[in-house]
């Protein structure tokens, strides 16, 4: 797999590296779902774990530097008591890097200061005004909206940030404006909405209070595609438009370029913000920092990995459920089922082979 | 008396699969039984549950980190799978070609050898020997990656034989000897496993199968009489053209579906059960040649299967305990948190999924129960069918105050108990309940009150019902 | 017969999956024996010796002691006629004393049936662990199974006490009418009524156990600590039976390090069942017998060993008599059975004998199926 993307309109990307390892506790990651960038190459991690080691969900936070990745703290744990979470799903940060976090079983948004200090939760279960069913993808524009996909109900709704209802969008159905279980979210320079339409294997994207902008993808497998727009009602019938498999993760760079977890189809896909394809990340992952460290103690190990031949499945993306991409042009990519990142470079300039 | 109907077609889909709701039995009454067999032995390829779902509730269902993970998921798929025949195959097969992870030690190779045990487990039996004979968890679990061409590892090629095809022996005849095993294993030597990436630092990695030419004995071998240069597909030919090979599935599915047979190293000495039913079986493997539905067909249109002295003549598995209860309940029918704690119930009561005891498998029948795993059953159903928060149980106090205004303790335990099977009571049993339940006072269901009452009575009399040896046969 | 305070208690563990005896007790001075383990071999400064000729395995050193004070036996070459190399029928003839014809009942269980023919007692024989074993199996004869003796009963989730009795009080009317419904359904409700009563008694044992003794966390150690619970109690428990889970010992590949741990999990707690009954003052009436289905071929394959004949098993106890029984079996390549596997001298059910009739005053013959001479560890 070539490790530098030849894109449209100059766009490179390069791989870059890998960070972290499966850890239930500490230095590593246990199904990490969504994570959020807070300043100075802070990462917050939602790792989710499961039930019979339930003492790997947690919130983590690291600092993922150039090529290596540094373990801080860890809080937050599995439990329906204040400060806990069940299923936690997706995550956010306000300007003061106050930490909100969704959880699809206790439906609540529990929300944590920047050192991991339990500070609060909202969210009631149901389907009224400001109830919530099953909230999963989060984020909090710059005017301090929080915005909040209702994923059973089948609409976004926004809030402020102490969970006081402001407005909504959506409903079920396959239509425009329409949503069947999203999941993720995010906001353009602009504050535009793009929603990951989970179960209608889109992304659909919204004004800031959710009039429907387009609709990108549609369902399918396959993934070699030049333009994944349907909008309007135009539909570019000659030419392959993008498929998706469940998309989990959406985020918007500043040139406007989409990135977009295609979970089931392990990858990520690049489009424009015409919904042009770019590229797509299948995954290239090498040892990360944390990585051989728990090799080197383990010298079995690394008899055992001297005899490999193929290291592809290592490599590739796994069912990935985030992406984003910070002020550097870094896109990380949460590598769910492999509990690591792998990061990619955005190049301002083209980069030669 | 119950229904026969109801009766017919709730003993078809207690064994076909793990039981159904009493809503589910009326609408397959209404389909008829020829439609639903025919039904169950043509599932779709898709998986037969909402998979998206499920892994978006359980992502670690993917990587599958311990092997409680994937009983976890197998659970959840047993509940729900809506082709139930097909899903039972897969436990069906793993109880005969045994393969544990406590020696596997990587969840999801053994998960995905269960995997193919249900796509293909009503398919030919052929296909079936060379899955098993290239599934990386076999071949790492009866250590066929340790048989090289210059030292013969022979546990997968006694085993393939001895437990997994042709058995020890028949009609008091040994089916193979010692130089046959001998063969067989050479013949599969170089059948063996790519060097995998090991579990650190990301988790682990599927085997995969390779075969290594340079490992493998090309030389001639004499099987079962017939000399040539096999391979592992020649003893496959070879083994399925066996009398002993009909023999030995025919057994196994009478023993799964119809009514338990002794274990297999008993079958040189031991005459089947019932010869005729084994023989029609026998004869269907071999005119469809070895297919497994075609026998499964003839299984379920025989008499010797709706027999009504076969119907709740079987000790429930572990499985059938705790699958037939919660899909009688209700329960896990979508993901939700606790499922764990379910998933272990099968293992407490002995059957510890994808970690069978040894390559034997189980011992079933009567030997599910001992004073352990009777108080585990018990105390496990008898908490789930007390608890009228659950669906299925509100169905069955909903139908039981259908009973008329005040039904007798007589009339309530019998509504009680066609609702769970229908299940019959021996009559000291059955005096037992009405008892207790005279005791309790008239049963009505005018008032709000009354309703409360009534529910929480109906929610004590499952409980009990639950608890009677009765229950313990499915 | 020896004479104890308190009746005989036999327990026994069962080193399920063929246990390798070369490399338990190891031939460490014949030098056929490195020729045979070139991979699997115990370099010779780690034996433990015994004599000048034999040794343990470094990973049995806690048992070490016992052997110096006389209280461990050795049981050489132990095996029978035409051994099996197949676990099951194997496992099934040690449990069964059948070797030719298929037997169901369990030699411990007719033990069990021969101390208690009324059986008065539903604690007479308990075993440790899930399932009921083979050896434990007879018809008629309660075995209770002991999964984990801190959490034992039945419809234990129902809170109120009084509503518990009485559900109770129902389940043992249910169950108790032997109603003819067939064979298996007698069984069930006989093990209800036996299960009923176990549990009552049963749960009240850890609470009359006070012991500092440390087992290791594995399945052996909490096996092993229930039992000396169990025994501490004195309900009247005669056969005490664990086994070692999931074919264990089965070594086929890997074994250099597996085998060392597996031996290790054995005699940590072994010693560690030996020390508790000892400070509890109630090691007199209590010998330990443990043994696997078979051993395993004289040469290595590589990296494991496959399915042999003649094994290793020992006895331990108060009561005795230390040293090595039976002859270590020749290497020699002319006497090597059929396959490379060592042959027995000692009939396991000469072992067996030794117990029932030496120990438990028993009619050995009976049981074992025939006269087989006693060895003098007892």
Known sequence: ?353 | MPDEKIALMAHLLRRAGYGASRDEIEARVAQGYDSVVEELLNPGDDPGIDEDLMYRAYPSYFDKAAIETGQTEWVYRMINNKYQLKEKMALFWHTILCAGDNKVDNARTTAIQIDKFRDMGMGNFKDMLMMLSTDPAMLYYLDNIESHKTAVNENYGRELLELFSIGVGMDNEFNYTEDDVKACARAFTGWNLAPTIPVFPYGRTPFEFRFDPADHDYGEKTFLGETGNWDGGDIVDIICKQPATARFVARKLYDFFVADEPPVPSWRLSAPRDLAAIQALEKAYFDSGYEITAMLRVLFHSDFFKDESVRFAKVKSPADVVIGTMRMVGDHTEPKPGLFFVAMEPKYMGLDLMNPPTVEGWHMGREWINSGSLIDRINFASSMLGNTDLPGVKKIVDRLMGLGDVPTSEQFLNGCLDLVGPLDLAEETRSQLTEHLDAGGALKHGTESERNDFTKRTGEALKMIATTSEFQFG | MVSTVKDPVLAVMSLSGGNDGMNTVIPYNNPLYRDYRPSLGIPEDQIIPLTDQLGLHPAMAPLKKYWDAGNLAIILGVGYPNGSLSHFRSMDIWATCEPDELGLTGWLGSVIHDVDPAGENVLTGVNFGRGLPRSLAKEGVAVASVGDLSTYGLLTDIGAEAQRTEALDLFGRMYAPAIGQGAVDDYIRRTGIEALKGADILSTAPGMYRSEVEYASSAMGGYLRDMAQVHNADFGARVLFTTAPYNIFDTHANQSVGHANLLRDVAVNVDSFMTDIRQLGKSDNVTLFFYSEFGRRAMDNGSGTDHGTGGVAFALGDHVKGGLYGEYPSLEAGKLEDGGNLQHNVDFRQAYTTLLDRWMGLDAKAIVGGSYEALDFI
Not at chain 1, 117 to 127: A, L, V
Not at chain 1, 322 to 344: L, P
């Open chain 1, 1 to 353: 797999m070539a490790s530098v993307f030849l894109g449209i309109n100059d766009r490179t990307f390069t791989y870059s590296f890998t960070a972290g390892r499966s850890e239930f506790q500490g230095t590593g990651f246990r199904n990490p779902m969504d994570f959020a960038l807070g300043p100075d190459d802070l990462v917050y991690v939602v790792n989710r774990s499961y039930e019979s080691r339930s003492d790997g969900t947690r919130i983590n936070l690291f600092r993922i530097g150039e090529g290596k990745e540094e373990y801080i703290t860890e809080f937050g744990s599995y439990g329906d008591q204040p400060g806990q979470f069940i299923w936690p799903m997706a995550i956010a940060l306000d300007k003061d890097t106050n930490v909100y976090v969704t959880d699809e079983w206790t439906h609540r948004i529990t929300i944590f200061n920047k050192d991991g200090e339990y500070q609060r939760h909202w969210g009631i279960h149901g389907s009224g005004d400001g109830e919530l069913d099953r909230p999963a993808g989060i984020t909090i524009s710059k005017d301090e909206t929080v915005y909040v996909v209702d994923s059973r109900n089948n609409r976004v709704q926004m809030f402020s940030l102490d969970g006081k209802h402001l407005g909504q969008f959506g409903s079920a159905g396959e239509g425009e404006g329409e949503f069947n279980l999203p999941w993720g979210i995010c906001l353009d320079k602009e504050g535009n909405v793009f929603v990951a339409d989970w179960r209608n294997d889109r992304v659909q994207s919204f004004t800031s209070d959710g009039k429907w902008l387009a609709t990108f993808g549609r369902p399918g497998t396959g993934g070699d595609c030049s333009i994944a727009r349907e909008q309007g009602g135009m539909a570019y019938v000659d030419v392959p438009v993008g498929q998706f498999n469940r998309p989990t993760g959406v985020c918007v760079d500043d040139d406007g370029d989409i990135y977009i977890a295609d979970w089931l189809n392990n990858r990520v896909q690049v489009l424009t913000s015409e919904g042009r394809f770019i590229t797509e990340f299948n995954g290239d992952a090498a040892l990360s920092a944390l990585g051989i460290d728990k090799i080197k103690s383990n010298p079995d190990m690394i008899r055992q990995r001297n005899g490999v031949r193929d290291f592809t499945p290592e490599k590739v993306l796994w069912a990935p459920c985030a992406v984003r991409v910070d002020r550097r042009g870094r896109v990380m990519i949460a590598d769910t089922s492999r509990h690591r990142f792998q990061v990619y470079q955005k190049n301002g300039e083209p980069v030669l082979v």
